[in-house]
């Protein structure tokens, strides 16, 4: 899976996980995430996560619904987060297996392609 390129990535359509498949280690998960803009691996490695200063409130809305769009296509599923009214952080991981799997990188190719107001 570390040989996947973006391109590959947002290409990709996520699969159904319902457990059963191994977490990706942490240093897959490193290897990969050097080519997703933003993204970072938690400290105990079974998430990533992002953030964002949005413009305002409402544009921060704005992109949670973008999001929640892709989401429901892809049936993967993120922890979204707002704080101060316009701090947006973004975590993904898969439930099922307590790690991340191929659809958490796929994801947050993906999001990266959606557009946001961002604090000037
Ligand atoms: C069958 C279906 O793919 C699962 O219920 C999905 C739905 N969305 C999900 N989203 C996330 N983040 N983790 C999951 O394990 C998960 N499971």
Same mark, same amino acid.
């Given at each position: 899976?570390s /040989?996947?390129t973006?391109? @590959?990535?947002?290409r990709?359509?996520c699969?159904?996980?319902?457990?059963? !498949?191994?977490?990706?280690?942490a240093d897959?998960a +490193? #290897?990969l995430?050097?080519?997703?803009? =933003?993204?970072?691996?938690a400290d105990?490695?079974t +998430?990533?996560?992002?953030?964002w200063?949005?413009?305002?409130?409402? #544009?921060?809305?704005?992109?949670?619904? *973008?999001?929640? @769009?892709?989401?429901?296509?892809?049936g993967?599923?993120?922890?979204?987060?707002?704080?101060?009214? +316009?701090?947006?952080?973004?975590e993904?991981? /898969?439930? #099922?297996?307590g =790690?991340l799997?191929?659809?958490d990188?796929?994801?947050? #190719?993906? !999001?990266?392609?959606l557009p946001? *107001?961002?604090?000037?």
């Amino acid at each position: 899976m570390s /040989t996947l390129t973006v391109d @590959e990535l947002v290409r990709k359509k996520c699969s159904p996980c319902e457990g059963g !498949i191994p977490p990706v280690p942490a240093d897959e998960a +490193r #290897a990969l995430l050097t080519h997703i803009e =933003g993204w970072k691996l938690a400290d105990d490695g079974t +998430r990533i996560k992002r953030s964002w200063t949005a413009k305002n409130f409402m #544009a921060a809305i704005d992109f949670f619904n *973008k999001v929640a @769009e892709l989401a429901e296509q892809d049936g993967h599923h993120p922890d979204l987060h707002l704080e101060g009214y +316009r701090n947006v952080s973004i975590e993904l991981w /898969t439930h #099922a297996i307590g =790690g991340l799997s191929e659809n958490d990188f796929i994801l947050a #190719a993906k !999001i990266n392609q959606l557009p946001i *107001k961002i604090k000037k």
